[in-house]
């Protein structure tokens, strides 16, 4: 991997900056905003703009309680909107249910619901998208009339996100994925070397071989689970940000 950091003037011609070992940071989401906004004004990138969203969506932040989520109908309203695909493991709390319901559109309790759909408000909430959507809560688990609809629903949900949280490193919902990632790797594994500029000058860009920090697709948890090649497919004209 060839990366620069963003004060180089080789930032210029060099997209990639150092790894952010420190996930939960508003200098990573910082860098994930500004990716969002170079994205959307690419040529070649597809637009986000609000489309319509899914029947339910949580409302991150709402006017009223802004650190009070809740879940909103949305009957046919246009927003943008972020989705999270990840593991949900044994026995997540803080289901949505024909019980849950309407006390999940006054308000959700963040100590009921589990650590991953919490760091996915948070990180919702940082990237300033109004809207998340995921399963548990969106979906009356205990209906299966409302799942069956929703389920057949699933593609556009994902295709019309404005990006995609995909908790990759979490092994099942309590674990959570903001947790800060392993140092970048120094002295040998680590090389300086001077890039050439178009004015005849160098900047320095960082040379990582092979790319400790990295955990390959095969390593995360969530890649050796079925649907999440489904969901890829239906990811794969949106923004997506891998935890």
């Known amino acids: 991997m060839i990366y620069t950091e963003e004060s180089n003037v080789a930032a210029e011609f060099i997209a990639a900056r150092p790894f952010q070992t420190e996930v939960n940071s508003e200098a990573a989401f910082k860098q994930t905003r500004r990716w969002l906004e170079e994205c959307n004004n690419h040529e070649h990138c597809p637009k986000h703009g609000d489309s319509q969203l899914p029947t339910r969506v949580i409302e991150v932040s709402p006017g009223d309680r802004p650190d009070k989520p809740r879940l909103l109908e949305t009957r046919g309203k246009s927003g943008s909107y972020a989705a999270l695909s990840y593991c949900w493991g044994k026995n997540q709390t803080g289901l ?78 309590s674990t959570g994925f903001l947790e800060d990632r392993p140092p ?3 002295g040998d594994e680590l090389f300086q070397v001077p890039w050439p500029l178009p004015n005849m000058t160098f900047g320095k860009v960082f040379l990582d071989l092979p790319p400790h920090h990295w955990a390959t697709w095969g390593e995360e948890p969530l890649f050796s689970r079925d649907w999440t090649l489904q969901e890829g497919f239906f990811i794969s004209s949106s923004a997506g940000l891998f935890i």
């Open 96 to 173: 949505t249910t024909t019980d849950s319901l309407q006390r999940h559109l006054t308000s959700i309790d963040q100590v009921e619901i589990s650590q991953t759909v919490q760091d996915a408000i948070a990180c919702t909430r940082s990237l300033r998208i109004p809207y998340l959507w995921v399963d548990a809560l969106c979906i009356s688990q205990d209906s299966n009339e409302d799942k069956r609809k929703e389920i057949a629903n699933m593609k556009n949900i994902y295709r019309h996100s404005a990006i995609t949280i995909v908790a990759a490193s979490s092994d099942c919902a």
């Open 184 to 186: 970048q790797p120094q």
